[in-house]
C-alpha cells in the first residue's frame, strides 16, 4: 500500500480481555516500529523490529505485551489481560533502513485507539 | 541515555504572528534531531530533521530549525502562523545507531487563533 495501514482503528474492550492490533508497513520497510500514545503524553517507544535481527523489545511495559513480525512484513502487537492503563492510541511506524541509515525518516500509521473498560 | 524536553505542552498564537516551539536534548553523542507534526486523527509526519551539515533546517510548510550544540536545543519556528498549523508538535533525536529507536518529547499543542 502507499502508507502505513493499522487495524483496527478504534478497539473497546473489556478489562481482562486480549487485543490484538495488526500494522502493515510499506512495501520494502526493513523497520519497524510500535509505540504508544497516551493522553497528555509523548510516544513511548515499545519494540522495533529490523531485518532478521532479533526485535528490541526493551519498552515493553510488561510480560503481558509482546509482538511479532512475519515474513518481515506485517506485524501484530497482542495485550493479554487488558488493564485500564493500557488505553492508548499505539502507532505503527516503518523506515527503510538500508539507505536511510539513521537519519532515515519514519512514516507512521494513523495508530489504532485502544479504550479498555 | 538521550532524552528530549520540550518547554510549553500548549503554545497558543495569533494568525500571522510568530511561532516558536522550544526543544532541548541531551545526548552524550551527536543526535540526530527531528521534529514531527501530528494533525487531529492522522498518524506523524516528518516536518524537518538535522543530521550534520548546516545547522539552520528548513522544512516543509514555512517550518525551519535550528540546531545550537552549546545551547542543546532545536527550537522549531515559521515567521508566521497559519490557522492549519494547528497541531501538536513532537521533537525526537536518535542515536548515530542505523535503525535504532527514536526517542520523543512530549510534544506541544499549537492553537492558532484568528
Known amino acids: 500500500g502507499a502508507g502505513v495501514s493499522q487495524s483496527p482503528s478504534n478497539k473497546v474492550t473489556e478489562k481482562g480481555k486480549d487485543v490484538e492490533l495488526r500494522c502493515d508497513p510499506i512495501?520494502?520497510?526493513?523497520?519497524l516500529y510500535w509505540y504508544r500514545q497516551s493522553l497528555g503524553q509523548g510516544l513511548e517507544f515499545l519494540i522495533y523490529f529490523q531485518g532478521n535481527s532479533a526485535p528490541d523489545k526493551s519498552g515493553l511495559p510488561s510480560d503481558r505485551f509482546s509482538a511479532e513480525r512475519t515474513g518481515g512484513s506485517v506485524s501484530t502487537l497482542t495485550i493479554q489481560r487488558t488493564q485500564q492503563e493500557d488505553s492508548a492510541v499505539y502507532l505503527c511506524?516503518?523506515?527503510?533502513?538500508?539507505?536511510?541509515?539513521?537519519?532515515?525518516?519514519?512514516?507512521f500509521g494513523e495508530g489504532s485507539r485502544l479504550t479498555v473498560l | 541515555a538521550q532524552s528530549v524536553t520540550q518547554l510549553g505542552s500548549h503554545v497558543s498564537v495569533s494568525e500571522g504572528a510568530l511561532v516558536l516551539l522550544r526543544c532541548n536534548y541531551s545526548?552524550?553523542?551527536?543526535?540526530?534531531l527531528f521534529w514531527y507534526v501530528q494533525y487531529p486523527n492522522q498518524g506523524l509526519q516528518l516536518l524537518l530533521k538535522?543530521?550534520?551539515?548546516?545547522?539552520l533546517v528548513k522544512g516543509i510548510n514555512g517550518f525551519e530549525a535550528e540546531f545550537k550544540k552549546s545551547e542543546t536545543s532545536f527550537h522549531l519556528t515559521k515567521p508566521s502562523a497559519h490557522m492549519s498549523d494547528a497541531a501538536e508538535y513532537f521533537c525526537a533525536v536518535r542515536k548515530e545507531t542505523s535503525g535504532s529507536r527514536l526517542t520523543f518529547g512530549e510534544g506541544t499543542q499549537l492553537t492558532v487563533n484568528p
Open positions: 511506524a516503518s523506515s527503510l533502513v538500508a539507505s536511510g541509515g539513521p537519519t532515515g525518516e519514519l512514516f
Open positions: 512495501s520494502g520497510h526493513t523497520a
Open positions: 538535522y543530521t550534520t551539515g548546516a545547522t
Open positions: 545526548s552524550s553523542v551527536p543526535p540526530y
